[in-house]
């Protein structure tokens, strides 16, 4: 399922800042995508259910979530090692595009490979205001099977 949600302006009350919060996180983890929203900075301050199981499967460690996609990481960073080819820089480009009210959305497919397997993500990126702040929304997409279908690849790695 991709959803989209561009413009989110979350009003700020005094009293149900917290409730405002945490009914955006909820509608967040209903979402099967992987969903982070980030401040102004890139920095990581809320993800949804989908993007924890993804930072937990990402990292060799068993049980940790991979350090780079938690809250409170730079996810320009991450941005930068998965860039690849003739997409470099063209995901970080995006995002800050948005976040400075350049454009208004972004998407863009891209390949994030490792060193034992390749993969393709389609991230889109929409702006989202709350507290007075502007942070932007990432749905970042698994398009992997797609990929590989198109391809002609087979559909799982081998020894799945």
């Keep these: 399922m991709n959803a989209l949600l561009s413009d989110v302006d979350i009003p700020p009350s005094a009293d149900t800042s917290d409730n405002t919060l945490e009914h955006l996180r909820s509608s ?5 995508d992987n969903m982070a929203v980030i401040d102004t900075n ?33 996810y320009f960073d991450v941005a930068s090692c998965c860039d ?17 009210a350049r454009i208004e959305a972004f998407c863009l497919s891209y390949p994030c490979h490792t060193s034992g397997d ?7 990126v929409t702006p989202v205001k ?3 702040q502007r942070g932007a929304l990432l ?12 391809r002609g690849y087979p559909t799982a790695p081998p020894g799945d």
């Design 28 to 32: 967040l983890d209903s979402i099967t």
């Design 42 to 74: 890139g920095i990581i301050v809320m993800v949804n259910a989908a993007w924890q199981q993804m930072a937990l499967t990402d990292n060799p460690h068993a049980n940790r979530a991979a350090h780079y996609l938690d809250v409170g990481s730079n």
């Design 84 to 100: 690849s080819g003739d997409q470099t820089g063209k995901v970080a480009r995006g995002i800050r595009d948005v976040l400075s």
């Design 118 to 124: 390749q993969h393709w993500f389609t991230i889109t």
């Design 130 to 132: 709350w507290e007075g």
């Design 139 to 150: 749905t970042r997409t698994d398009t992997t099977p797609r990929h590989r279908l198109h």
